[in-house]
């Protein structure tokens, strides 16, 4: 167990046909600034993703390497980075569990955004520190299922309870009264340093917390356009499967008359250029 001694965070089945998203809004901000994960020191662990597999980008940060991680780790002390927009709640309370059960300290530093999915990781920390100009955001669980008027009635009573779930944690670590919770989670808050501390979401603002310069510039160019195009698809009202979808479809190859150039794969300028068609 951690030194708070946190408790475990409850579990669901997955529903069928549930599909996961990363707020819209949270998701466009985060992908006009990303941090590339730099090599981690020996007792750190970088989540610089959304949360669960990204099986169209081959991204996302999984229960399967937070598990690696921890058992490279050991019984020593972990600082975990967070820089998320969120994503597979299942995901998220699975990798909170995780680190509650780690052995030693857990200290969590929200290198920018700690949102949705992320925020519930983020309370595993033994000890919180936010950095100037981060945020935490919490909200309701957030999903789509696919089905009929009955699939549809089960899954509203599903969703009550997984924002229970998320109650729970938040109000365990935090110590806010329960119905403080709910109106941040209604509310779909997002919190600065100070909030986050005043909050309880956080335990210090530190000053000292910074992404290191020009992680960006070492980013996969192709990777960042791909987010920021699914990010202002998202703000669009496209579902996560439909952006993927439509993506997929610009990155297939051309006609058979195409030069071979431009059917070589991924064309930055052109996503760059549709981005721009959405925003306007």
């Not at 937070?66 to 975990?80: E, T, W, Y």
């Not at 969120?86 to 995901?91: A, H, K, P, Q, T």
């Not at 936010?130 to 669980?141: E, P, Q, S, Y």
């Not at 996969?220 to 703000?235: H, I, K, P, S, V």
Request: net charge negative; charged share 25%; proline share 4%.
């Amino acid at each position: 167990m951690t030194i708070r001694n946190l408790p475990e965070a409850k579990t669901f089945a997955r529903p069928q046909n549930f599909q996961w998203d990363a707020p819209s809004d949270v998701l466009a901000q985060w992908a006009e600034k990303p941090l590339a994960a730099a090599d981690d020191k020996d007792n750190s662990i970088s989540i610089y993703d959304v949360i669960g597999e990204d099986w169209w980008t081959g991204g996302g940060f999984t229960t399967k390497r937070m598990s690696a991680a921890l058992r490279s780790i050991g019984k020593n002390d972990v600082v975990v980075n967070i820089n998320s927009p969120g994503g597979d709640m299942f995901e998220g309370i699975a990798i909170y569990n995780m680190l509650r059960e780690h052995e030693a300290k857990v200290t969590v530093n929200v290198m920018g955004w700690a949102a949705s999915a992320a925020s519930i990781i983020a309370m595993a920390g033994d000890e919180i520190r936010v950095g100037l100009g981060t945020f935490v955001m919490v909200h309701n669980a957030w999903g789509a299922v696919i089905g009929n008027r009955h699939d549809m009635r089960e899954a509203a009573k599903l969703f009550d309870g997984f924002d229970n779930a998320l109650a729970d944690i938040y109000e365990a670590r935090t110590g806010l009264a329960r119905a403080e919770i709910v109106k941040l989670m209604d509310a779909e808050t997002f919190m600065g340093p100070s909030d986050a501390v005043k909050n309880g979401f956080a335990d210090t603002v530190a000053p000292d917390i910074k992404a290191p310069d020009g992680d960006a510039k070492n980013m996969d160019r192709g990777l960042m356009a791909r987010r920021q195009t699914e990010a202002a698809l998202a703000r669009a009202g496209f579902s996560r499967n439909d952006r993927s979808e439509m993506i997929a479809a610009m990155m297939a190859p051309r006609d058979a008359g195409r030069s071979a150039e431009r059917d070589a794969g991924f064309e930055p300028a052109a996503f760059q250029r549709l981005i721009e068609t959405i925003r306007s």
